[in-house]
């Protein structure tokens, strides 16, 4: 039962252009979403996380977007990197429940 | 300051042999947590442990057992391996009690043939 779903496995963006990476949940009750990041061979990295009392959460070029109506979120990157190319998990959480829920990954090719 | 190590970084193995996997979790943490990857899927939660005890299990079968030891380093251990056990397995480790900004390993990739 994928609770946590993105549904585009794949993005390609011009170098400075905006990234806009977008994920759908099922379960009312997650009230934390994240953010990683993986690079191949290497672990997923925290980025950037929303909590479901806020409907934005900025940090430098990262933004995540919060629509709890929709049951969905969205992270922008703005501007892209090279650096940027990678796999990006959403996952969701839930109050005193202590695993995440991923969705499948959305890998993002930034093209110089 | 190391973050979380696993080892082995890869390893092979034949139906039915048993596997463990090792995890030493980032300095300052006590919380572990496993996850399996298979491919082209997000990582899917195992169990976590904490105070050297399983807090939480996800829906795996009773093959995949674990252990936490005083250090908070843990193991995975998974017995008579199938075929589509075949996946990254990742280990993470969180702040004291817990809390959803996990750090993970690189993972171990095991392949059963």
């Known amino acids: 039962d994928q609770q946590v779903k993105q549904n585009s496995p794949s993005l390609s963006v011009q170098e400075g252009r905006i990234s806009i990476l977008n994920c759908d949940y099922t379960?009312?009750?997650?009230?934390?979403f994240l953010w990683y990041k993986k690079y191949p061979a290497e672990g997923p990295t925290f980025l950037i996380s929303?909590?479901?009392?806020?409907d934005k959460n900025e940090d430098g070029r990262f933004t995540v977007f919060l629509n709890k109506s929709a049951k969905h979120l969205s992270l922008h990157i703005v501007p892209s990197q090279p650096g940027d190319s990678a796999v990006y998990f959403c996952a969701a959480s839930r109050y005193n429940d202590y695993k995440l829920s991923f969705g499948a990954g959305t890998t993002v090719t930034v093209r110089a | 300051d190391a973050g979380v190590t696993q080892s082995p970084t890869h390893l092979i193995k034949t139906r039915g042999q048993q596997v463990t996997l090792r995890c030493s979790p980032k300095?300052?943490?006590?919380?572990v947590s496993w996850y399996q990857q298979a491919l082209g899927q997000g990582p899917q939660f195992i169990f976590q442990?904490?105070?050297?005890?399983?807090?939480q299990r996800g829906n795996f079968p009773d093959r995949f057992s674990g252990h936490q030891f005083p250090n908070y380093s843990s193991e995975l251990n998974v017995n008579a391996l199938l075929l589509g056990d075949s996946a990254l397995y990742l280990c993470?480790?969180?702040?004291?009690?817990?809390?959803?900004?996990?750090?993970f390993g690189s993972g171990t990739q095991l392949s059963v043939l």
């Open positions: 442990y904490y105070e050297e005890e399983e807090r």
């Open positions: 300095s300052g943490h006590d919380t």
């Open positions: 993470a480790s969180s702040l004291p009690g817990g809390d959803e900004k996990l750090f």
């Open positions: 929303i909590s479901s009392i806020k």
């Open positions: 379960n009312s009750m997650f009230d934390y």
